[in-house]
């Protein structure tokens, strides 16, 4: 199993940024897929989750109307598009996938560091 992410780096505020989650070992449409977020010195956080066929989402307060998730199920890939970035958004973002039913699986990504500094 891995998930990987890619797309992260270095932004001024009010930029944009797109990050990529590439799955494989699992059967993608499967799992719920989500981002997490941690800051330095902070819990790891959510920060948007997507239904298995993409159909639904949700996100944290403190990134509604800036960021979407999506999935390409065909793919295997889930996004993360940030647009509006602002300081506070500075964190590694790392992958999850889920499965609800028996038998649970979560799955991690190693993570991708996003700055936004001027």
């Known amino acids: 199993v891995q998930l990987v992410e890619s797309g992260g780096g270095l932004v001024q505020p009010g930029g944009s940024l797109r990050l990529s989650c590439a799955a494989s070992g699992f059967t993608f449409d499967n799992y719920f897929m989500s981002w997490y977020r941690q800051a330095p010195g902070k819990e790891r956080e959510s920060v948007a989750a997507?239904?298995?066929?993409?159909?639904?989402?949700t996100y944290a307060d403190s990134v509604k109307g800036r960021f979407t998730i999506s999935r390409d199920n065909a793919k295997n890939t889930v996004y993360l598009q940030m647009n509006s970035l602002k300081p506070e958004d500075t964190a590694v973002y790392y992958c999850n996938a889920y499965r609800s039913s028996w038998p649970v699986a979560d799955y991690w990504g190693q993570g991708t560091q996003v700055t936004v500094s001027s």
């Open positions: 997507i239904s298995r066929a993409g159909e639904s989402s």
